[in-house]
């Protein structure tokens, strides 16, 4: 395994894996690879005829100190990689990037080792590439440097004006194109305040300051692109996630009659900061009821009967999770749930199959989301298709794919697809139920996956079961509720 190698192998490898060297069609090899050796890993077990999908076993979480070491193993690694990777795709020769205290942008804030929380005072980063074959320079403008991933090059003793000293640094270098963060599209890419572009740009010599460029692509290739390393963890972050709520959608956690699904919610949250972990939205927990056209929250007590929905993610070294997951409680007597809700699960299954097998490098969302409901409506089903990008952010940076309230396309799904990325497969389905006098339901589902340029597939396997409670076999077992 990569993270096993000493350093100098490591970078070599890893500059091979970006196409400083070889091509994407061999980065996506190697992460297949590597994927599929992670995965296989951690044996899954299939779900037992009338037991409903088996819940996921608990991964190890990592003591702070060794994920500490574990994301600044992953920042060097993405900074000696991607940065050039993305550089030369573009042509920029210099990208400067500006944050604040506690008012970091998100490129900055994901460049931050793991000691440090914020940027500080006024963080200035600047990335110059003196050319193929040479590393890329990385700065920050102030006293200290950043962890060992920056060179400090300021002292105000010498200089007190920062942003002058910035200006000699550009001046030495002499870059041809001078990219700053900048967009009317995309919060990832609109970094640059106004007030710092004009002390900037007031700070420039003239001959300069032409060759600033407004920038909306390197901040959402940087957050978008995962690394061979991220993707050799991502699946024990997902399962994390699984197991999380395979518990929480369990006898353990639910009493029919008694507990509510906001009872369900803050039990979520609370799991979560046992385990040291954090969320990055609020967990939802819904419920659809034979006879009730709207779903149910809030103080609701669950019934017998009940199709539970729970939409639910983590924040673990970094990355982000996005699930959304059903579970059935079982009337007396009932062993199975339902057959129209199993076929409505079932038709939302089929929706994710018409989506990730419409991916392709180069489209956009767009075109992507035309492909995949053309698909799936050709199969006589109901898709609604809203699915994003996950990594560093849970509604990552990268193209839509739809919207619920929008399937058609749109300016957020104009940007393309690129390889070695995370999506979150989110969708609907829309079907009646016969047992419930053909009531129609939306069956949402959710699951993390990975793009490696040719296929996708999912990073922990997806839900093509319900998870039963009331069955007597609540909590979590050593199964795991997988499936590809």
Not at 171 to 177: D, E, G, L
Not at 217 to 224: F, I, K, M, T
Not at 238 to 256: C, N, Q, R, Y
Not at 280 to 303: C, H, K, M, N
Request: charged fraction near 25%; proline fraction near 5%.
């Amino acid at each position: 395994m990569l993270t096993n190698t000493c350093d100098t192998e490591r970078s070599e490898k890893l500059a091979m894996f970006f196409g400083l060297s070889r091509s994407d069609k061999f980065i996506g090899a190697v992460l297949r690879v590597l994927f599929a050796i992670t995965l296989l890993s951690t044996p899954a077990m299939p779900a037992a005829a009338g037991k409903g999908a088996e819940r996921t076993a608990y991964p190890t979480v990592l003591p702070l100190r060794e994920r500490a070491a574990l994301v600044n193993d992953w920042l060097q690694e993405r900074l000696d990689t991607i940065v050039p990777m993305i550089m030369r795709e573009q042509g920029v020769d210099m990208w400067v990037l500006v944050a604040r205290e506690n008012f970091e942008e998100p490129v900055v804030g994901s460049m931050l080792d793991a000691e440090s929380f914020s940027a500080r005072r006024r963080t200035i980063l600047v990335f110059f590439d003196p050319g193929v074959g040479k590393p890329i320079e990385r700065l920050t403008v102030s006293r200290y440097g950043l962890g060992d991933m920056f060179k400090a090059a300021w002292m105000p003793e010498a200089q007190p004006d920062q942003w002058l000293r910035l200006a000699e640094i550009i001046a030495q270098r002499n870059p041809r194109k001078i990219a700053i963060n900048s967009s009317k599209l995309t919060a990832y890419a609109d970094g640059m305040t106004l007030s710092a572009h004009d002390e900037m740009m007031e700070a420039l010599p003239a001959p300069f300051k032409s060759r600033v460029i407004r920038d909306e692509v390197l901040a959402v290739r940087w957050l978008e692109t995962r690394t061979p390393s991220e993707m050799a963890r991502y699946p024990q972050i997902v399962a994390l996630a699984h197991a999380i709520i395979g518990e929480g959608l369990s006898d353990k956690v639910i009493t029919a009659g008694v507990t509510t699904t906001d009872d369900v919610v803050w039990w979520f949250r609370e799991r979560i900061a046992e385990l040291g972990l954090e969320t990055w939205f609020q967990p939802s927990v819904a419920i659809s009821r034979r006879g009730v056209d709207e779903t149910l929250d809030g103080d609701t007590v669950i019934e017998q009967g009940d199709m539970l929905w729970t939409d639910f993610g983590i924040t673990y070294l970094r990355l982000n999770t996005d699930a959304q997951q059903n579970a059935y409680v079982l009337r007396d007597g009932e062993t199975q749930v339902p057959k129209g809700l199993r076929d409505g699960l079932a038709a939302s299954n089929l929706v994710q199959d018409a989506l990730t097998s419409s991916f392709k490098t180069g489209d956009s969302g767009n075109v992507i989301l035309t492909r995949a409901r053309d698909k799936a409506i050709a199969q006589g089903l109901e898709p609604s298709i809203y699915s994003h990008p996950i990594g560093y952010h849970g509604h990552g940076a990268g193209t839509a794919i739809g919207f619920w309230d929008d399937q058609t396309p749109g300016p957020r799904g104009e940007y393309i697809v690129h390889p070695n990325t995370a999506w979150s497969i989110e969708l609907s389905a829309t079907a009646p139920v016969p047992e419930w006098s053909n009531q129609r339901v939306s069956f949402k589902t959710e699951e993390d996956a990975f793009f490696d340029g040719n296929i996708v597939q999912y990073i922990d396997g997806r839900q093509k079961e319900f998870y039963l409670i009331g069955n007597g076999l609540g909590g979590i077992n050593g199964g795991s509720g997988r499936q590809p």
